[in-house]
T-cell receptor, first 116, second 108 residues
Framework: KAGVTQTPRYLIKTRGQQVTLSCSPI?????VSWYQQTPGQGLQFLFE???????NKGNFPGRFSGRQFSNSRSEMNVSTLELGDSALYLC???????????????FGPGTRLTVL | SQQGEEDPQALSIQEGENATMNCSYK?????LQWYRQNSGRGLVHLIL?????REKHSGRLRVTLDTSKKSSSLLITASRAADTASYFC????????FGAGTTVTVRA
């Protein structure tokens, strides 16, 4: 099976702009989660989507949003970019298990966003 | 916020030696997972241990879990240069909460 893919791999934006990142999960995986990785804060959970619905959300401002399509592909959007949004954005997909829990999460290569 | 703390923050060993890193966490968990990351790239899943398991092996990896102490350890035996990477533990409770990671350097 093909792994998780993320596009684009690198992105440079300026403050105030908005950006959309894309993630294609492993075939058959219906849960997609997004994480932000920065040197200062480490890896932090943004949100999780399952069956086109946001199921869980981390502590990020409303400028960060996402969606999931019927084929499980997911996008995340960051509006009004700030310098602090520069980070590696990682997408992970997983099988869904009973009770809303997911199993092993498989990560994509990430999108490196630089905000100037 | 990060769930756990990893110890040590950095580790430098000779090829062929064993590497051990520890992870402590704060809340009850469903499972704990270990990941490897090479040079700021994506995370590679290494091993998952469930809360009702105490030890698990995968190739040269051995993971232990002590839920009473809220801690886990990852042992890499007979290390290779290719094991040079950052290693993260992550507890799972509807989301993955990562520690700060241990940077392992394996010297040839």
């Amino acid at each position: 099976k093909a792994g998780v893919t993320q596009t684009p791999r690198y992105l440079i934006k300026t403050r105030g702009q908005q950006v959309t990142l894309s993630c294609s999960p492993i075939s058959g995986h219906r849960s997609v989660s997004w994480y932000q990785q920065t040197p200062g804060q480490g890896l932090q959970f943004l949100f999780e989507y399952f069956s086109e619905t946001q199921r869980n959300k981390g502590n990020f401002p409303g400028r960060f949003s996402g969606r999931q399509f019927s084929n499980s592909r997911s996008e995340m959007n960051v509006s009004t970019l700030e310098l602090g949004d520069s980070a590696l954005y990682l997408c992970a997909s997983s099988h869904d298990m009973a009770g809303g829990f997911t199993d092993t999460q498989y990560f994509g290569p990430g999108t490196r966003l630089t905000v100037l | 916020s990060q769930q756990g703390e990893e110890d040590p923050q950095a580790l430098s060993i000779q090829e062929g030696e064993n590497a051990t890193m520890n992870c402590s966490y704060k809340t009850s968990i469903n499972n704990l997972q270990w990941y490897r990351q090479n040079s700021g790239r994506g995370l590679v899943h290494l091993i998952l241990i469930r809360s009702n398991e105490r030890e698990k092996h995968s190739g040269r990896l051995r993971v232990t879990l002590d839920t009473s102490k809220k801690s886990s350890s990852l042992l890499i035996t007979a290390s290779r240069a290719a094991d040079t990477a950052s290693y993260f533990c992550a507890t799972y409770d509807y989301k993955l909460s990562f520690g700060a990671g241990t940077t392992v350097t394996v010297r040839a």
